[in-house]
Every structure is written in structure tokens, then in C-alpha cells.
């Protein structure tokens, strides 16, 4: 059958790509689509459903986290101007994530495109940046083509798409047919034979091997693991490494960066050759300058761009793995392996440990502690959404992953706010399955109008808010450069009050005896949930190696504070955080 308007016409080639909503706001210049897909019936009838949320960030957002969760097209749209004005934050999270996303960006009527017109913007360049393709449908014959050209480049290139569509456009007839889009699988990039042969060659050679590893060994965790056997090496891994790799893995020793703990970065620095498997890590401070380094990864264009490397293999991993493996001598000298396992041993327990098992009693709540009995207490499957800061630091150090958990941040963009819209888009498209978004106060605050999208849909989301008045991370770098913080305190809410006005199930939680039976109350509870756990403000988190320069910072910011006057908060800071300031034996005198 014939689509009646362009609009329909291109929400049909939508439900042949298989999706199910779309998230947004609904606007004048949207109205074409919106009541094309108001006609389609909705997603139990094999249409698509319109998702509203509250803000057009947050439905980028949400679309990221379905694309990401189903590794299928999710879709969002916004209004003319403003409307998807709003839309770029979350598309540049879900373009560096890898997320296929496809944006409708609505646009002022065609013939008044250039001329100033009320609310005129330019999308298809304004998106340039955050996409993998962005452009302008100017006839209806163009529209079918432009949208499957959006949604080939979305779903083949694994990043954004943008269609820029003008309201009367839409609501023009439809001409011609819809292209149909082939679906295709993932393509093996097997790596050049003496490349392998080369890396074959610095593994046999080197007497102490390093791995470290990114998302990219998501489909080649079984080929890692064998490897690291043969050849007796550690592995440290990112934080998107993280749920793919660190479970049931004998050779775990933790992660290295901002958010790290164990004994990654000393693996790695301690290496006689280090391979960087599926990783595009950016901070180039925690790689070692002075270790012969490998790489491996599907993206040439990413090899060595991060810190010199001696030998490159273009290849996706799990190819370059199978490849290398006949190649590769089994090592028998395991000391490397044994010293980098106990350390980290060590310091999971006597650092990490520390961090949780006296503060059962502490008040105001350490967030460690609460982070480490909501690993506990999560389902076995659930999908963490965590946001920058240091609710980042506390989920990536105390949730565990099992290999059907899944875990999303804005890891790549480092924007706040993501959890709670992320929540939503996974929570939509796996209903089945427990979604738990944590948030600082400072993260949920920002987009706090999708609470009312949560509680409007009883999407049964469950909402932790690690709230300590404060921009933690913030707070943490300022400390860090000798800078008394300033600017970084956030007014106290009761989020539970503000969670109950709405219909949402909420608990407050000052006292740590009370923070299991809340959450329990919270996961039993058979829609939305909010729990305010308020922690220690002062409750902050160094890297797992700190340079001296660092507490040099520390130690100069403490002292500001005591001059102007603020020695009580001065005092408190140095007792909440005096389990992560390193003995002088763990300073890294590069710094």
C-alpha cells in the first residue's frame, strides 16, 4: 500500500527498519510525523509509539541507551529551532558511543529556510559534528532516499544519523518508492599476516606481557583470556572494558585512569611489552611512555594516536586473536603474572575493603559503602545507567559485572545527567529486565523533569541518588590543582520528597543500618522507585597512583582552606579521606 503523505512514508520505512518509538517532544513543525506515527497504531499493533519526555536531551539520551542495549536503530526527533537545538548533547554521547541513532530534526517551512525566519536554525550543518550523516530533504521524491541513506549510514557506521525535515515537506504527498535497506552482519577486518607475524615474534621475545582492553573485546573475550594463559600476562581493562573482560577472569588486575583501582597501572608500567587490545583510552597520563607497546584494533585510524606504538595490527580483535594464536610459545616463568595477581590482591582488600567494611556505622553514609550493598543487592541481569562524577567512581569500583549485567555511561562524552535518560530508553526496550539509574544530586538535578516521564509511563525504573550536595568530581579536581573548591555546592533537596509528589515509590536514607532494607523496598516495589542516600560531601577519590604533584595540590588546597578561615571543614576533609592518600612508597615521582 502506498504511504499517503512523505511523513508516512518515512515512519514506514522506520517500522521496516524495526523500530518501535520515538522519543521527543512534539511541535508544530513535528506535527506531520507525529500524527503519521499517531496512525501507525503503535508498537502492539506494529507501529511505533511516540515516547514523550520532557526534555529533547533526554530523548537522545534514552534513544542512545536503547541503540546501545538492543544494538538496533533507536530514533528521536525534535522540533524546529530549539527543539532539536536541544537534541545535541545526548547526540554527541550516543555518537562516541557507538550507539545507531537516527534524529528527526524538524525544520521552519522550506520556502522560508535563509531568510531569518522565527525559530530558523541550520540542523544539517548544526550536526555535522555529532554525526555520521546529516542532511536536508528538500522534495518529497529525496525523501525516501535521504531517509534510507540516514539509516544505512546509522546502522553500518554504528554512530548518528540526522534527517532534516521541513513541515510543509512532510506534509506533502508521497512520491515514488521507499529503497529498501539491507541488513547485513558485522564484517570479520582480518589483519595483514606479517603484521601478525610481527606481534607474534614481540610476544615470544618479551620476558613480562601487559593487556589491556577496551569495549573492543566484546566478541573476543574468549580469545583474550587464552592468550593471556599462554603467555602469563595481566589484564587491565577501561572502563567500557570493563563488563566484557573482568568477570570469571583469573588475570584481572583491575583498571587504570580516573576511576581505577588495583594493580592495572602498575601491570602496565611494569611490562617489557604492553599490548592495548579494543581500547581507544584517552587519557594518555596513565600509559607508559617508556614500554614497547602493541595495538590492536578495527580502526586504523585510531592506532598510536593515544601513546606512541611499536607494532600495529589493523584487525578486529577476535580475527587478529585466532590469527596469532598457533603463533604464539607458551611461557612457563609466571612471576610477572603471580606479582601483578597478589598486588592486586592486596589492594582490593586492603584499600578497597577498607573503604567499605568500617563504615557501617558512618555518618553522614560513604558512598562506597552504599555502593558496594547496591552490587549486592541488584538483580543478576540488571542494567546499570551511571552518570559522570563520582557516582562513575563508585559504580565502576563497586559493581560487578557477571557477563549478563549491563552497564552504561557517558563514558566517552563525560556529560552529567545521562543516567535517568538512559534509564528510560533501556528500561523501554528490555521491560523485562530490572534498570537501575545512579545519579549524584548534581546529575539528576539537571534533567529532573524525567521524573515526571518515569512516573507518567510507571516505568519501574529504580532511581539511586548518591546525594551529597556537591559536584564531587569537581570538587576533586580543584583539590587536585591546589584550588580550594568553590562554585561546586549544590543546594540540599529531599529527592525522595520531590520523587513522592510525583506517585514515585521513594525512600530517604541518612543512616547506613537503613540503606539495605531500603533498596530491598525499592526493588521489590513493582514500579518507578527513588532512593536518596545522603553521603558524605567530603567523601572524595584519587586514581589508584597518585603522583606527588597531586597531593602536593591536596595538601596546598587544605591549607588555603585553614587560612580562610575553614579549618573545621579542613579537618573533616582530611578524615573522610585519609584512606586515599597515599604512603610515601606509592608516590609516583613522575608527577
Known amino acids: 500500500m502506498r504511504a499517503k503523505t512523505v511523513a508516512d512514508q518515512l515512519v514506514r520505512q522506520l517500522q521496516d527498519a524495526g523500530v518501535r ?4 517532544i512534539v511541535g508544530d513543525s513535528l506535527n506531520p510525523i507525529v500524527d503519521a506515527v499517531r496512525r501507525s497504531g503503535g508498537a502492539e499493533k506494529g507501529g511505533i509509539d511516540w515516547i514523550h519526555v520532557r526534555h529533547e536531551e533526554a530523548a537522545a539520551f534514552a534513544a542512545a541507551a536503547e541503540a546501545q542495549v538492543t544494538g538496533q536503530l533507536a530514533v528521536c526527533a525534535g522540533s524546529c529551532g530549539p527543539g532539536n537545538l536541544h537534541l545535541i548533547n545526548g547526540l554527541y554521547d550516543a555518537d562516541r558511543s557507538g550507539a545507531p541513532v537516527l534524529a528527526i530534526a524538524a525544520q521552519i517551512p522550506s520556502e522560508q529556510i535563509g531568510l531569518g525566519f522565527f525559530q530558523e ?4 550543518r548544526l550536526f555535522v559534528e555529532c554525526s555520521r550523516y546529516a542532511e536536508l530533504i528538500g522534495t518529497p521524491a529525496q525523501a525516501p532516499r535521504v531517509m534510507a541513506s540516514a539509516i544505512a549510514h546509522a ?3 554504528s554512530g548518528v544519523a540526522v534527517i532534516t525535515l521541513p513541515g510543509d515537506i512532510a506534509d506533502r504527498p508521497a512520491e515514488g518508492r521507499a529503497p529498501s535497506v539491507p541488513r547485513t552482519g558485522a564484517p570479520a577486518i582480518v589483519p595483514d599476516q606479517s603484521d601478525v607475524q610481527a606481534l607474534a615474534d614481540a610476544v615470544n621475545a618479551a620476558g613480562k606481557v601487559a593487556i589491556f582492553a577496551g569495549e573492543g573485546v566484546r566478541a573476543a573475550r574468549d580469545e583474550l583470556l587464552s592468550l593471556a594463559d599462554t603467555v602469563g600476562a595481566p589484564i587491565g581493562h577501561t572502563l567500557r572494558g570493563k563488563e566484557w573482560i573482568q568477570y570469571d577472569n583469573p588475570f584481572d588486575v583491575g583498571m587504570t585512569g580516573l576511576l581505577g583501582y588495583g594493580a592495572a597501572h602498575d601491570g602496565m608500567h611494569g611490562a617489557d611489552l604492553l599490548l592495548l587490545v579494543g581500547t581507544d583510552f584517552p587519557y594518555n597520563q596513565f600509559l607508559p611512555d617508556d614500554v614497547r607497546t602493541a595495538q590492536i584494533d578495527w580502526a586504523a585510524q585510531r592506532i598510536g ?10 584487525g578486529d580483535v577476535a580475527s587478529t586473536l585466532r590469527a596469532l594464536a598457533p603463533l604464539i610459545h607458551r611461557k612457563d616463568d609466571r612471576r610477572f603474572l603471580d606479582d601483578m595477581l597478589a598486588k592486586h590482591r592486596t589492594l582490593m582488600n586492603k584499600v578497597v575493603g577498607a573503604y567499605t567494611k568500617p563504615a557501617k556505622q558512618r555518618v553522614p553514609i560513604h558512598p562506597e559503602y552504599a555502593a558496594s550493598i547496591l552490587d549486592d543487592l541488584a538483580a543478576e541481569d540488571a542494567i546499570f545507567t551511571t552518570d559522570t562524577g563520582m557516582s562513575n567512581v563508585w559504580t565502576a569500583r563497586y559493581l560487578t559485572p557477571n557477563g549478563a549485567r549491563r552497564f552504561l555511561s557517558s563514558a566517552l562524552h563525560g556529560s552529567m545527567a545521562n543516567a535517568l535518560p538512559h534509564a528510560i ?7 523485562g529486565r530490572q534498570v537501575v539509574s545512579v545519579s549524584g544530586d548534581g546529575g539528576l538535578s539537571m534533567l529532573l523533569g524525567e521524573l515526571v516521564t518515569v512516573a507518567m509511563y510507571r516505568l519501574p525504573v529504580k532511581i539511586v541518588v548518591f546525594d551529597n550536595s556537591t559536584l564531587g568530581m569537581v570538587k576533586l579536581e580543584m583539590l587536585v590543582d591546589g584550588l580550594p573548591d568553590f562554585g561546586v555546592d549544590v543546594a540540599p ?3 525522595a520528597a520531590v520523587a513522592s509528589a510525583l506517585g514515585i515509590f521513594a525512600r530517604r536514607i541518612e543512616d547506613p543500618a537503613d540503606i539495605e532494607s531500603g533498596l530491598r523496598a525499592a526493588f521489590d516495589h513493582d514500579g518507578p522507585a527513588l532512593v536518596d542516600l545522603v553521603t558524605d560531601p567530603l567523601a572524595l577519590s584519587l586514581p589508584p597512583t597518585i603522583t606527588g604533584g597531586q597531593v602536593t595540590g591536596f595538601a596546598l588546597a587544605l591549607s588555603k582552606m585553614v587560612m580562610n578561615g575553614g579549618v573545621a571543614e579542613a579537618v573533616k576533609m582530611a578524615k ?6 597515599p604512603r610515601p612508597s606509592q608516590f609516583d615521582p613522575r608527577g
Open 155 to 157: 546502522t553500518a557506521l
Open 121 to 124: 536554525t541550520h540542523p544539517d
Open 576 to 581: 573522610s579521606n585519609v584512606r586515599n592518600v
Open 493 to 495: 533537596v529531599d529527592y
Open 425 to 431: 530508553g533501556a528500561q523501554f526496550c528490555a521491560p
Open 21 to 24: 518509538r520515538i522519543y521527543g
Open 305 to 314: 594516536r593515544r601513546t606512541s606504538v611499536d607494532l600495529a595490527v589493523h
